[in-house]
């Protein structure tokens, strides 16, 4: 196991430095992500208690049973069921599995099968089903775990399942968001307004390096020379949107581009699109922001940062702003650089102006040709997000954490800040 320095190890179950994590923590962790996917199903329950969410048309919203069976299948397919998990990363994608605990396992919730998708869906087990599952994979995964080497290689799948857990909870509360679940989940506490800064110029080490538990997608580190940019403090919040959209912001092409412009005018078809997602009421006449925060109309402070924003929208406003947004590597570098003078992020994933390509020594990791992060499948389309939202575990915001999305999603508690052109 490489040298790790006491600095980078977890000093909580709920840190960024999990990433580091031996068995006892793993354990402790574990058990934790797994709590909170069986308190936010219990949400689902109570709002759809006959178990059949009325789940709207949209290809990116999975059945809020098929996400939390779908993090007991992951564990289980990777460590339960997986002779050869001792082998870490090396571990052959193709390698014989033993038995599910759950005949139907493999059928209802592997995502090569997808049966709950098909034009005649396989039935999905009840809440209390799922619920089930998810308490005899811990289970197994936590015995498991205590005979497992204290090294990268023998952690590597426990990490892996701690951190899709994660992913998926995050999916889940955005699920609740979209089907309108009670959800009490606070936003992020109001921003004091604060004035962009400027990096200076330098070289950059991006990406994240040998050691621990890394995303395949963030593989491997390399240096990158940054010129000096200023950049804003913090996202852009509701109050400096409300702008935007009161100078015709969604009625202007020449802000927009192309294709954004062809996305805007089928949303607007749709929905009558004049705002982010969600958005029920904006403008100067009403002098307020009233957005849907899991079922309810809440008021949004002119400070919070504005969130359900396409990347296309977020391209548009800082047209309008006469500014950009910023690249992943400037992103990165504020992060790191100038997190003592306010450079603030957690409250929202943010975009940014890079498009998703591989790095440099890029391998795909096979646990995640078995999710929506196999990112392979986006290279060239999708565009980078940074930093992490407020409906996250914590153990998730890393500032090397390298998220993407297809430029319309605007379905996650998403954001943005810009640069001077």
Known sequence: MPAVSPDALPQSIDSPAMRHAGRQLLSLALMDARNHSLHLLSHFKQAVPQGKPDVPVRAEIELPQWLAGHIGWMAEYWIGRNPQRHLGP???????????????????????????????PLQLPGFQAIRAYLLETLERTLELLDHAAEDDAG??????????????????????????????????????????MLVPAGRWQLGSAPGGFVFDVEKWAHEVDVPEFEI???????????????????????????QGWEWLQREARREGR????????????????????????????????????????????????????????????????????????????????????????????????????????????????????????????????????????????????????
């Open 90 to 120: 090396a571990c052959p994608a193709g390698t014989v599995r033993l038995a599910s605990i759950e005949p139907m396992a493999d059928r209802w919730f592997d995502p090569a099968l997808a049966l709950h998708r098909a034009p005649q």
């Open 155 to 196: 952690l590597y799948f426990f990490r892996v399942a701690l951190f899709h857990e994660d992913l998926r909870c995050e999916q889940l509360v955005t699920l609740a968001q979209a089907l309108a679940a009670p959800l009490a989940l606070a936003l992020p506490a109001r921003m004091q307004g604060r004035d962009a």
């Open 232 to 258: 804003d403090a913090q996202p852009v919040s509701w109050g400096q949107y409300l702008e935007f959209v009161d100078d015709g912001g969604y009625d202007r092409p020449e802000l927009w581009l192309p």
């Open 274 to 421: 004049r705002g982010p997602r969600y958005v029920e009421q904006i403008g100067s006449a009403s002098g307020a922001v009233m957005q849907m925060l899991f079922g309810k109309s809440v008021r949004m402070g002119a400070s919070q940062s504005a969130m359900h924003v396409s990347w296309w929208e977020a391209d548009a406003w800082a047209r309008w702003a006469e500014r950009r947004l910023p690249t992943e590597v400037e992103w990165e570098m504020a992060a790191h650089t100038a997190a003592r003078r306010g450079f603030r992020w957690g409250d929202v994933r943010e975009w940014t102006a890079s498009t998703l390509r591989p790095w440099p020594g890029f391998v795909s990791d096979a646990w995640t040709r078995h999710t929506d992060r196999d990112a392979q499948n986006f290279f060239g389309r999708a565009r980078v997000q940074r930093g992490a939202s407020f409906a996250a575990r914590s153990r998730i915001k890393h500032p090397k954490f390298r998220g993407f999305a297809l430029p319309e999603r605007d379905d996650g508690f998403v954001g943005f800040r810009t640069c001077t052109p």
